[in-house]
């Protein structure tokens, strides 16, 4: 396989503890078509975590990011904390955080919404998940998802009491309310 093939990059669990699987597979669903394979070959139950598009050189090089989390010498499987994975993530893939083809990233105006309006996340780790809007408003910038720093420091001024704008959001697919860069965001209508 050519190092600029296009696919998925794919990031499995073992359920109940913090051992991770990175992978790449050109598969167009890894939950479905790669992962019963990882399960037979594993004695641990493992549960789909994410996935998002990609090339075989950028699963390397998230690999070389992650080799101090390697559980063995060789290998895909890492034990590190979700921080560290999705900085790792956002490091080495900036096409998560600036996917190809898709247009400038605007300040989505939440003026125009209501409260619990839905809105769908359009880039980094959690890009095409769906959730609900509650309100935007300066937090500290720890509140917000390490791996979605970079571009919200790109996008707005950091406070001298160290916040930077936030929208509070309900994720469905993780069932939990995250704080994310407003800039993130678009109104799924």
Do not use: C
């Not at 996917?99 to 959690?126: A, C, I, N, T, W």
């Not at 936030?166 to 799924?188: I, K, Q």
């Amino acid at each position: 396989m050519h190092i600029d093939t296009r696919g998925i990059l794919y990031v499995f669990k073992v359920v109940g503890d913090d051992v991770f699987k990175v992978g790449f597979t050109t598969k167009e669903d890894p939950s479905k078509g790669r992962m019963p394979n990882v399960q037979t070959g594993n004695h641990e139950d493992i549960e789909f975590v994410h996935m998002w598009p990609g090339s075989l050189a950028e699963e390397q090089a998230l690999h070389k990011a992650l080799t101090p989390f390697r559980t063995r010498e060789k290998g895909e499987w890492y034990r590190l904390t979700v921080g560290a994975l999705l900085e790792a993530i956002s490091f080495t893939s900036q096409h998560l955080m600036a996917p190809d083809g898709e247009p400038e990233l605007s300040l989505l105006d939440f003026d125009e919404y209501f409260e619990h309006s839905m809105v769908k996340v359009r880039v980094g780790p959690y890009k095409g998940m769906v959730g609900f809007f509650s309100y935007a408003t300066p937090v500290p910038l720890a509140s917000i998802p390490e791996a979605y720093h970079r571009v919200a420091l790109e996008h707005y001024k950091l406070s001298p009491e160290g916040e930077v704008q936030g929208a509070e959001v309900f994720l469905e697919d993780l069932n939990e309310t995250l704080w994310l860069p407003p800039v993130v965001l678009s109104h799924r209508g």
